[in-house]
């Protein structure tokens, strides 16, 4: 693989990569800005000049609720990399946080590093490994939060939303932490539905985020999940998210039970395979 151009920066082009083909596209509209994607499906959006300019309207969600949360650096836990365009964020607006992600494609995370000045980000460390495999072994109580955003060849991976390793997040997250899931779903959102009520199961408060259109069933979208031992900051995050650019609506409390019905939850030994992603570059994404 290519080393990045330390005078010209980032070389853009296609990487072979563990699960397809990695395209690295400049924006041509914002400076150092990239659009990272696999088989045509984004992934990432990088600023390299403000790490705090988030492109794709539900990692801004994402950050909404972390915004929302108390001030201070956090200890956190990512699931799923790519561009690590959430941790360059959290490294610029919590200073000190600490930092780990978990992913299994390592010619990506070879290429960001190279490519996308990776190594740049305080703090961070990342191991090349399975999601799950990665949170088993993580001591209790260890995070403030954990960042679930899980996708291979385009579909959520396997086991990221079942009981078993929802209850193992809840180990690892300390008290008054927080665990956050994007979901990619389509109309009737049955999917989300039965994530919800897995979640549930071991969180007693949660709040979900997506956009209206996608909330009636009219489109395939992205949908944020929070959920935490302690009760969210609902109100703010409502508030955050009704005033961006896009808005998208905040479900919690009793609504949020009644999003989730009679949904059963997710199971090891009963899965429900996630909607795909589709392949527009702009459309439903990682991180």
């Known amino acids: 693989m290519s080393r990045r151009d330390k005078c010209t920066g980032p070389i853009p082009g296609e990487y072979p990569v563990r699960f397809g083909t990695a395209e690295l596209i400049a924006d041509a ?3 150092d800005s990239w659009l990272l994607s696999v088989d045509g499906v984004a992934q990432s959006y990088v600023d ?5 300019h988030l492109e794709f309207d539900y990692v801004r969600r994402i950050a909404d609720v972390i915004d929302s949360l108390p ?24 200073p000190g946080s600490r930092q780990l ?26 191991r090349i490994t399975d999601a799950r495999a990665g949170v088993a072994t993580r ?52 999917f989300s539905r039965r994530v919800v009520a897995t979640v549930f199961e071991s969180f007693p408060h949660a709040l979900l985020l997506a956009e209206p259109g996608v909330l009636r069933g009219r489109r395939f979208g992205n949908v944020v999940l929070a959920a935490s031992v302690n009760e969210l900051p609902a109100e ?8 961006a650019a896009f808005p998208a609506r905040c479900i919690a409390g009793e609504d949020l039970e009644i999003f989730a ?6 199971t090891d030994e009963a899965p429900m395979k996630a909607p795909p992603l589709p392949g527009d570059p702009l459309g439903p994404s990682k991180n």
């Open 139 to 190: 001591r209790d109580d260890s995070a403030d939060i954990v960042v679930a955003d899980v996708f291979e060849r385009g579909t959520l991976a396997n086991g990221i939303a079942t009981r078993e390793f929802t209850t193992d997040v809840a180990r690892v997250l300390r008290p008054a932490g927080t665990y956050l899931m994007n979901i990619a779903d389509g109309p009737g959102l049955l």
């Open 71 to 94: 001030a201070g650096p956090l200890e956190a836990l990512h699931l799923g990399g790519a561009g690590c365009t959430l941790p360059r964020y959290l490294a610029a607006t919590r």
């Open 261 to 266: 019905g009679r949904a059963k939850p997710l």
């Open 48 to 52: 390299l000049a403000d790490p705090t």
């Open 101 to 126: 992600v978990f992913d299994a494609d390592a010619e990506l995370i070879e290429l960001v590093r190279e490519q996308l000045d990776l190594r740049s980000v305080p703090n961070l460390r990342v």
């Open 29 to 31: 509209d914002r400076r």
């Open 236 to 243: 703010a995050v409502t508030a955050r998210a009704a005033s």
